[in-house]
């Protein structure tokens, strides 16, 4: 079993930064990825990374502001945001999942078994 905590979201003005982390407690040697869901819309992916941490994997919506990163020594994933704009305003969540996924699959929220609770991130323009 494995649990998850987000942490580091908050209110930003656009250009502004943030970086989240998700501290994982259990068998941590996952495919994890950051998910958000804006209100009245899907639940998307954002990013996603290998368990060594060799490989990852973007949104376009995001790619070249985002990056994501994991200290397997300390459990936690993180989300460096900056260049924020306000259609970045969502809850963002931490996944984790053991099983293999190719790149292509890597941002499908149904290939993720274990869920945080989710931190908030407002953008204002």
């Known amino acids: 079993q494995v649990q998850l905590v987000e942490s580091g979201g908050g209110s930003v003005q656009a250009g502004g930064s943030l970086r989240l982390s998700c501290a994982a407690s259990?068998?941590?040697?996952?495919?994890m990825g950051w998910f958000r869901q804006a209100p009245g819309k899907e639940r998307e992916g954002v990013a996603a990374?290998?368990?060594?941490?060799?490989?990852?994997y973007y949104a376009d919506s995001v790619k070249g502001r985002f990056t994501i990163s994991r200290d397997n020594a300390k459990n936690t994933l993180y989300l460096q945001m900056n260049g924020l704009r306000p259609e970045d305003t969502a809850m963002y969540y931490c996944?984790?999942?053991?099983?293999?996924?190719?790149?292509?699959?890597?941002?499908?929220?149904?290939?993720?078994?274990?869920w945080g609770q989710g931190t908030q991130v407002t953008v204002s323009s």
């Open positions: 996944a984790a999942d053991v099983r293999y996924k190719a790149l292509a699959r890597m941002l499908l929220d149904d290939e993720y078994n274990y």
């Open positions: 259990g068998y941590t040697h996952h495919f």
């Open positions: 990374i290998w368990p060594g941490g060799g490989s990852t």
